[in-house]
């Protein structure tokens, strides 16, 4: 039950594009297309903005796009907005158990 | 619209018990299984435990099993959390999450655990 790995920060200015990757192993991330991405702001609770890989809940903005390749998940941000500086965390069904990754604090310039 | 709201935080001592509720309304409570999802301070999410709709499948987190015991009352639209042995990194806000494609999908606002020596 080993925590996906992420990285601990990434930053980019208003308008840009900024992509966040998710690794894990075969048993979690690249066995199964069930990874999911959360937004949670300081103070509040998670909000799911990407599920099964690459759906958008509705009311989720569309510059917000998931994608896997083999053990790795990524979630970009295109025209990256003050709004979306906040943490954001990515989670992978293992079966018999759910792991998330470590969390990715995005920082707007 | 769903709406989960977890109860039952409090402050405890190393070694103590606590039984956390989530009472959820806006769906048909047994057609989804139920997670437990924990956040100590300052740090990343933590997936403790889950329930299928009926509680014929359940899961733990290595880090509480054998000191956890998720379960849920389909007439009363609510799922609890026993929580026995507890240690003080057991602390952290305990939210519950409403599956959807496998994976928790609708969070409630959590409730805080303080375990103390």
């Known amino acids: 039950q080993s925590a996906l790995t992420q990285p601990r920060s990434v930053s980019g200015s208003p308008g840009q594009s900024v992509t966040i990757s998710c690794t894990g192993t075969?048993?979690?991330?690249?066995?199964?297309?069930?990874v999911s991405w959360y937004q949670q702001h300081p103070g509040k609770a998670p909000k799911v903005i990407i599920y099964?890989?690459?759906e958008r809940p509705s009311g989720v903005p569309n510059r917000f796009s998931g994608s896997k390749s083999g053990n790795t998940a990524s979630l970009t941000i295109s025209g990256l907005q003050a709004e979306d500086e906040a943490d954001y965390y990515c989670c992978s069904y293992a079966g018999t158990y759910t792991v998330f990754g470590g969390g990715t604090k995005v920082t707007v310039l | 619209e769903v709406q989960l709201v977890e109860s039952g935080g409090g402050l405890v001592k190393t070694g103590g018990s606590l039984r956390l509720s989530c009472a959820a309304s806006?769906?048909?409570?047994?057609?989804?299984?139920m997670n437990w999802v924990r956040q100590a301070p300052g740090k990343g999410l933590e997936w403790v435990s889950s329930?299928?709709?009926?509680?014929?499948?359940?899961y733990y987190a290595d880090s509480v099993k054998g000191r956890f015991t998720i379960s849920r009352d389909n007439a009363k639209n609510s799922v609890f959390l026993q929580m026995n042995s507890l240690r003080t990194d057991d602390s952290a806000v305990y939210y519950c999450a409403r599956d959807r494609s496998d994976m928790p999908y609708d969070w409630g606002q959590g409730t805080l655990v303080t375990v103390s020596s």
């Open positions: 099964g890989v690459s």
């Open positions: 075969s048993s979690d991330v690249g066995g199964y297309n069930y």
């Open positions: 329930i299928s709709s009926y509680s014929d499948y359940i």
């Open positions: 806006g769906f048909t409570f047994s057609d989804y299984n």
